[in-house]
């Protein structure tokens, strides 16, 4: 329910800005980044991940700005060896999807997000044998800045900050959003993209 009602108020914004955009854009991109993930209790202690994303960025052009949605997905790896963290290992896959914004100065772009929605699973099971995956908390699930400039016509290079929290899905499927089930991570990200009008 919260999935979808996030879907339809990112749909009444989409909507709601045609009737000014100039232009219409699409950026598609890919990169990495470097980062820590642990709990607010650091029951899951503090480790080192690399994480790989690719994302589509559809927009509108209103002046020096650009307004729209973030669609992505996501692999992370775990470089910290699971036997200095407990034995444990948070690598895994997942989806995001949310609002984002650009400002364009010269050749140097601004860009902005919120994560409002998103899923993320670990590889490995849990003791029992459960799949273990989180979640967006209610509310929205990170969020990131970034600077980008173009490298050769309408190729970018983009350098940013991104952060994120996730909740835990208990075994009844309900999203359970106290601290010792948060997950939190930060992350230092470099990427690459391209953008062109459609």
């Not at 699971?82 to 400002?103: D, H, I, Q, T």
């Not at 991104?162 to 835990?168: D, F, P």
Request: aromatic content about 14%; glycine content about 12%.
């Amino acid at each position: 329910m919260q999935f979808l009602l996030k879907v339809l108020i990112v749909s009444v914004f989409c909507a709601a800005i045609p009737a000014f955009a100039e232009d219409y854009v699409l950026g598609v991109k890919a990169g990495s980044s470097w980062g820590k993930s642990q709990n607010r209790t650091e029951s899951i202690k503090s480790r080192s991940m690399l994480t790989h994303e690719v994302a589509l960025q559809p927009g509108m052009v209103l002046g020096d700005w650009a307004i729209g949605a973030v669609l992505g997905w996501k692999f992370r790896r775990q470089l910290t060896e699971p036997r200095e963290v407990a034995n444990s290992n948070l690598r895994g896959s997942g989806y995001f999807f949310g609002l984002g914004g650009k400002y364009q100065w010269n050749q140097w772009g601004f860009l902005g997000e919120v994560l409002l929605s998103g899923n993320y699973r670990l590889s490995n099971l849990d003791p029992v044998g459960q799949e273990i995956k989180y979640k967006c908390p209610i509310g929205f699930c990170g969020f990131g800045f970034s600077a980008q400039t173009k490298i050769y016509q309408d190729y970018l290079i983009e350098l940013g900050f991104k952060y994120n929290r996730w909740g835990r899905v208990d075994l009844n499927n309900n999203n359970n959003d106290i601290s010792e089930n948060r997950l939190r991570e930060w992350r230092l990200y470099l990427g690459t993209g391209y953008e062109f009008s459609i």
